[in-house]
């Protein structure tokens, strides 16, 4: 096979897969900007902050009272730190304000996402398996009436 015809079979290839993916991801969008789609109801919600300190600690704060929910000690809560580091990626390559807060929502189908508004991102924590689950659902208020929603994933 002469170089021009290998080439030409690499364009090609190229555009093939380039226009897969502009149709996977036109899919998505119409998927998600369908008014049919059916979200599960909110069970409960709360909006919090997660503010560093000193010493590699994270404290946890209800952005409604102000009172704290959590303390997180260096080396505690490995999945919840690692879960907001993209987020507050996000936030500062957009320019969002770090204290804003987040919101924690449990679903009726037991779905548990944390939303960053600001930035419109979603993290569906559920999605990772029950104990990462759990570090998550000791944030909201109802730890038991929670557990008793929807279904849960296991590890």
Do not use: H
């Given at each position: 096979?002469?170089r021009?015809?290998?080439e030409r079979?690499?364009?090609?290839?190229?555009?093939?897969g380039?226009?897969a993916i502009?149709?996977?991801a036109?899919?998505?969008?119409?998927?998600t900007?369908?008014?049919?789609a059916?979200?599960a109801?909110?069970v409960?919600?709360?909006?919090?902050?997660?503010?560093?300190?000193?010493g590699?600690r994270?404290?946890?704060?209800?952005?409604?009272t102000?009172?704290?929910?959590?303390?997180l000690?260096p080396?505690?809560?490995?999945?919840?730190?690692?879960?907001?580091?993209?987020?507050?990626?996000?936030?500062a390559?957009?320019g969002?304000e770090?204290?804003l807060?987040?919101?924690l929502?449990?679903?009726?189908d037991?779905?548990?996402?944390?939303?960053?508004?600001p930035?419109?991102m979603?993290?569906?924590?559920?999605?990772?398996g029950?104990?990462s689950?759990?570090q998550?659902?000791?944030?909201?208020?109802?730890?038991?009436?929670?557990n008793?929603v929807?279904p849960?994933?296991?590890?």
């Amino acid at each position: 096979m002469t170089r021009r015809r290998v080439e030409r079979r690499s364009w090609v290839a190229v555009l093939i897969g380039a226009a897969a993916i502009g149709c996977g991801a036109e899919e998505r969008r119409a998927a998600t900007d369908d008014p049919a789609a059916e979200v599960a109801a909110t069970v409960e919600a709360r909006q919090l902050v997660f503010r560093d300190e000193p010493g590699d600690r994270i404290i946890v704060v209800d952005a409604e009272t102000d009172a704290v929910v959590r303390s997180l000690s260096p080396g505690e809560g490995g999945f919840l730190r690692g879960a907001l580091r993209p987020l507050r990626r996000e936030r500062a390559r957009y320019g969002v304000e770090s204290d804003l807060p987040y919101v924690l929502r449990l679903r009726t189908d037991g779905a548990l996402i944390l939303e960053d508004e600001p930035t419109g991102m979603v993290l569906d924590v559920a999605a990772f398996g029950a104990s990462s689950r759990e570090q998550f659902l000791t944030l909201l208020e109802t730890t038991a009436r929670a557990n008793d929603v929807g279904p849960t994933t296991s590890n």
